[in-house]
């Protein structure tokens, strides 16, 4: 499928060191997909109220 540019998947193997570090599979109950559209939405949301941020940055408050 799609992906966002600049994200990483933990299906495909990648964990990030803080998430072993803080007991991450104990923390998530779920997973959420982000299209790289949403992530382009929320993105632009963002720089409407004066935040601006990357697209990974929307495509985490697309998944909030």
């Known amino acids: 499928g799609e992906q966002v540019e600049g994200l990483r998947n933990l299906d495909e193997g ?12 104990d923390l ?3 997973k959420r997909i982000v299209r790289p559209r949403e992530s382009v939405e929320w993105t632009r949301k963002l720089a409407g ?10 495509a985490a408050m697309a998944g909030a």
């Open 14 to 25: 990648y964990i990030p060191p803080i998430y072993e570090k803080w007991g991450g599979r």
């Open 49 to 58: 109220i004066g935040v601006f941020a990357g697209i990974s940055a929307g």
């Open 28 to 30: 998530l109950d779920g």
